[in-house]
Antibody, heavy 122, light 107 residues
Framework: QGHLVESGGGVVQPGRSLRLSCAAS????????MHWVRQTPGKGLEWVAD????????DYGDSVKGRFTISRDNSENTLYLQMNSLRLEDTAVYFC???????????????WGQGTMVIVSS | DIQLTQSPSSLSASVGDRVTITCRAS??????LNWYQQKPGKAPKLLIT???RLQSWVPSRFSGSGSGTDLTLTISNVQPEDFATYFC?????????FGGGTTVDIK
């Protein structure tokens, strides 16, 4: 049974940066695509970004494109989300999630971390 | 972007009831729809993929159906552990999007 643990959340001022990490264990991390999904009480669940199993392709939601970068280190079984130019509306719980598909993203999330809170506030 | 509208946004049910949740897409998504269950303070759990394929942990009282723009999640004989919030999510096109959620609580 696999496990995902996010870290790096916190309180940050608008315009600043933050990097989230997601440590994976218990499954072959280098064989699965990964995603970041965020959740707010007001806007519900929002897909943020994904990355292929080998790190060669990425996609982003419209609201974060050009500001956030997803990456992964398969040697360390770790997923990252670099968040720049943070805005008030980026305040959310950020989850990392494993893709259901083996070596090909199927865009369903079959394992989630516990989430890390990001608060953007002046 | 494809918008997903869930209805109702909340409902109250008694143990043993049959519950139906609808997810309406702003354009046809065939059966490229997944369903999740989320309990308070927890991450969502994948329930159904491809509109109707149950994950291995999911009891057979759950079912998914539909295609195109109108898809449904049905829970027959609701049990106490089923009281939760349910979300649909489309994978027909990027960006991936979620419905607003349906909270099922105890009547």
């Amino acid at each position: 049974q696999g496990h995902l643990v996010e870290s790096g959340g916190g309180v940050v001022q608008p315009g600043r940066s933050l990097r989230l990490s997601c440590a994976a264990s218990g499954f072959s991390f280098n064989m699965y695509g990964m995603h970041w999904v965020r959740q707010t009480p007001g806007k519900g669940l929002e897909w943020v970004a994904d990355i292929s199993y080998d790190g060669r392709s990425e996609d982003y939601g419209d609201s974060v494109k050009g500001r956030f970068t997803i990456s992964r280190d398969n040697s360390e079984n770790t997923l990252y989300l670099q968040m720049n130019s943070l805005r008030l509306e980026d305040t959310a719980v950020y989850f990392c999630a494993k893709d259901w598909g083996l070596m090909e993203n199927q865009d369903a999330f079959d394992m989630w971390g516990q989430g890390t809170m990001v608060i953007v506030s002046s | 972007d494809i918008q997903l509208t869930q209805s109702p946004s909340s409902l109250s049910a008694s143990v043993g009831d049959r519950v139906t949740i609808t997810c309406r897409a702003s354009q046809s998504i065939s059966t490229y729809l997944n369903w999740y269950q989320q309990k308070p303070g927890k991450a969502p759990k994948l329930l159904i993929t491809g509109a109707s394929r149950l994950q291995s942990w999911v009891p057979s009282r759950f079912s998914g159906s539909g295609s195109g723009t109108d898809l449904t999640l049905t829970i027959s004989n609701v049990q106490p552990e089923d009281f939760a919030t349910y979300f649909c999510q489309q994978r027909f096109s990027f960006p991936l999007t979620f419905g607003g959620g349906t909270t099922v609580d105890i009547k």
